[in-house]
């Protein structure tokens, strides 16, 4: 019964591959994110969907696309994966009509070889 | 531009002591600021959460206090136990961008038995 649950946990792959990792939370929130952890810890903002709707598009590259088929699921796809891709992605989701305290997902963490 | 900043970095104490993070950020406009754990290899867990009006948060051990107009917060930590060790980060919830949490850089803390 995760609140926040990601597929895959580890993800390795080649330069040039495409691939997706899913994320789902069970806890009845409307907004869900995505961040990336890179390789010094530091936490950013990717993306984040409010009731589907996409309402942050912080400065990621188009190789990526958020998808939120409905308010409990937010997947994300990276096309042609480069090396720099590599970082441990979290999914995260809150209720935007409460205190905002946010609730993260194990992560999934990504080699590009 | 929010600017999160913590320090120290890392923190080594033996068991027993009481301890005190730090946290500071640039832009007083927030609606609330949280910490969070993170343990290897693992999501974030939610500690504290204070909203911008409220100048404290408790929660067993853990004491989180804010002080919007300086732009500091501190988490202080009781009778530090090894399982304490962890990576804490704390994150402030701007106002003019409400959706998004801005991290820190965490600070590492290691608790010796």
């Known amino acids: 019964d995760t609140a926040v649950s990601q597929t895959p946990k580890y993800l390795v792959t080649q330069m040039g591959n495409d691939k997706s990792i899913k994320c789902e939370q069970n806890l009845g929130h409307d907004t869900m994110y995505w961040y990336k952890q890179d390789s010094k810890k530091f936490l950013k903002i990717m993306f984040s969907?409010?009731?589907?709707?996409?309402?942050i598009n912080e400065t990621v590259p188009n190789r990526f696309s958020p998808k939120s088929p409905d308010k409990a699921h937010l997947n994300l796809h990276i096309n042609s994966l480069e090396l720099g891709d590599s970082a441990v992605y979290f999914c995260a989701s809150t209720y935007t009509g409460g205190a905002g305290k946010l609730f993260f997902g194990s992560g999934t963490q990504l080699s590009v070889l | 531009k929010q600017e999160v900043t913590q320090i120290p970095a890392a923190l080594s104490v033996p068991e027993g002591e009481n301890l005190v993070l730090n946290c500071s950020f640039t832009?007083?406009?927030?609606?609330?600021l949280q910490w969070f754990r993170q343990d290897p290899g693992k999501g974030l867990t939610s500690l504290l959460l204070?909203?911008?009006?409220?100048r404290e948060q408790t929660s067993g051990r853990l004491n989180a206090s804010l002080d919007k107009s300086s732009g500091r917060s501190t988490l202080y930590i009781a009778a530090s136990q090894p399982g304490d060790s962890a990576t804490y980060l704390c994150a402030v919830r701007p106002i003019d961008s409400s959706y998004k949490l801005i991290f820190g850089s965490g600070t590492r803390l290691l608790v010796r038995p």
């Open positions: 204070i909203q911008s009006s409220q």
């Open positions: 969907y409010n009731n589907k709707e996409l309402i």
């Open positions: 832009d007083s406009a927030i609606y609330n």
